[in-house]
């Protein structure tokens, strides 16, 4: 399993945007490093809790994309400044006042399988 350095993960993922909503967490993200592919959305644990599959979901240019449809044949193309939003639909008690820890586990055809671990504060509440 590959892991990206924190410099890298700093400059795609949208510093202040992790919130709580109405349907369970979301935070943003910018691809500010150059066209990429995600063929997989593995899990994303926020600090103890892991989100599956199932609950994933990315919004990008208006189009959701479920995390149990995208795959290799059905990959993200994620261009360079293109946004987007992470959705996990899940109702937990999971966020917590001060810093919370989000680990992506997402699928690349280049690299294979990439751990991305990052913090921010919890905004919105």
Not at 86 to 108: A, T
């Amino acid at each position: 399993m590959a892991v990206l350095p924190d410099f890298l993960i700093k400059r795609v993922y949208k510093k202040g945007s992790l919130r709580k909503t109405e349907k369970g967490i979301e935070f943003d993200l910018k691809n500010v490093l150059g066209p990429g592919v995600i063929s997989g959305l593995e899990s994303i644990q926020v600090n103890d809790y892991i989100f599956n599959k199932d609950a994933i979901s990315f919004v990008t240019g208006g189009i959701e994309l479920l995390a149990t449809k995208v795959n290799e044949l059905n990959p993200i193309q994620f261009r360079l400044n293109q946004e987007g939003t992470m959705k996990l639909s899940e109702q937990v008690n999971c966020l917590k006042e001060g810093l919370n820890k989000i680990i992506l586990e997402i699928m690349n055809p280049e690299a294979g399988k990439l751990k991305i671990t990052l913090t921010d504060n919890l905004h919105g509440v």
